[in-house]
């Protein structure tokens, strides 16, 4: 591995920081013009680091992002008492002040949307306007609902930063992205119209900041808010269907309470299309800290492999090879594994969610 020497970034700082005040002191024209006029902005320019250790370079720039640290250059700014990116202000150290230069770092909670786009530097002498606008964070996505839907319908995306989204069918090694039609977007949801072809493609997002791709795909669910195949849950469990704003996807999911060595039987059904399919995924979480055996097809006597489950969603993945009898679904069963120190079993709450199929890489 090639190793990279990294300075600490104030020791950066005051390195940059450094460099513009000589370049300040023998630029005579900067020199005579900041003899106390209103100050003016003529450049922003990123500084810092690289993802690979190297300083970045001083190219002007007129898109800025929250955390990183940017060198506002241009005159008069030596009395400089505040510096606001989309009227929100942003620390700065007097320390990393010239007459011609100001390194600041963008603060992260900086507004990106509905906002003036720019950039103010105030000073005793007066205040300098930039127009400059704060890119949003690359997007995240927290799921999309329904999973298994068909060419035509709409599909709702959550997550965060959809600043102006573009919505795609995500590229992949033998397939080229496919525009998706947004239908209606805010900041954190987006209704979308599925187009043909999206079976077991991943739904992508993204606006100038960059793309993230659902971590699940389309077509791949068992349990969605419904369940599909016939592999339910019958009635005669006890268990609930919750919907209270905290599904881990989509707007519902499964709540039981279980005895010590307990369980939930899901019906028995038969589904055997896992060609494009590489195993399982169940989103699983409880009322305390546990465990779960996951009984797959009915193999009670094959140690079930076993989940441990904290009281935050968590999904599970499992791959063909860690169950048995993998030719086809039949029957998804999970079994009370929670016990005290002594080995005891005692009762827990569990929530299942997102129970569906992972597809193959390519």
Same mark, same amino acid.
């Given at each position: #591995? ?79 008492? $505040? ?6 202000? %942003? ?33 005793? $002498? ?40 573009? =919505? ?14 947004? =239908? ?23 606006? #100038? %900041? ?32 919750? %919907? ?13 309470? #279980? ?100 597809? $193959?890489?390519?």
């Amino acid at each position: #591995m090639k190793n990279i020497k990294i300075i600490s970034l104030t020791a950066c700082m005051t390195w940059v920081l450094s460099l513009l005040l000589f370049a300040s002191c023998s630029n005579d024209d900067n020199a005579s013009g900041s003899t106390g006029g209103a100050p003016v902005i003529e450049s922003v320019s990123p500084t810092g680091y690289e993802t690979n250790g190297t300083i970045k370079p001083f190219d002007p720039v007129t898109v800025g992002y929250p955390k990183n640290y940017y060198v506002i250059h241009g005159k008069g700014f030596l009395t400089a008492t $505040k510096v606001t990116f989309n009227d929100f202000s %942003s620390y700065f150290r007097p320390t990393f002040v010239t007459d011609t230069d100001i390194v600041i770092q963008i603060d992260e909670n900086t507004p990106y949307a509905n906002s003036s786009n720019q950039l103010r530097v105030e000073t005793q $002498k007066g205040t300098a306007v930039f127009d400059f606008v704060i890119a949003p964070p690359v997007p995240t996505i927290a799921g999309f609902y329904p999973i298994n839907a068909t060419e035509g319908q709409e599909v709702t995306i959550v997550g965060k930063y959809f600043l102006n989204p573009i =919505v795609t069918l995500a590229k992949t090694k033998s397939k080229e992205a496919v525009p998706v039609t947004v =239908v209606s977007s805010t900041l954190e949801k987006i209704v979308v119209k599925l187009p043909a072809g999206a079976d077991t493609r991943y739904l992508a997002v993204a606006n #100038m %900041s960059g793309e993230t791709n659902a971590s699940y795909a389309v077509g791949t669910a068992i349990f969605d808010d419904i369940s599909y195949y016939g592999l339910d849950f019958p009635s005669w469990n006890n268990y609930t269907y919750v %919907s209270d704003g905290t599904a881990e996807q989509g707007l519902t999911y499964i709540s039981k309470k #279980m005895d010590a060595w307990g369980n939930i039987q899901g019906n028995w059904g038969w589904y055997d299309q896992l060609t494009p399919y590489s195993g399982l995924r169940v989103a699983i979480k409880a009322k305390v800290p546990g465990k779960l055996g996951f009984v797959f097809n009915g193999n009670w006597d094959n140690n079930p492999p076993i989940l441990d489950v904290t009281t935050e969603w968590k999904t599970f993945y499992l791959p063909w090879s860690v169950l048995t009898n993998t030719d086809r679904v039949q029957n998804i069963t999970f079994q009370n594994r929670t016990t005290t120190d002594k080995g005891d079993g005692i009762e827990n709450t569990f929530y299942f969610d997102n129970i569906g199929f992972t597809v $193959k890489a390519e």
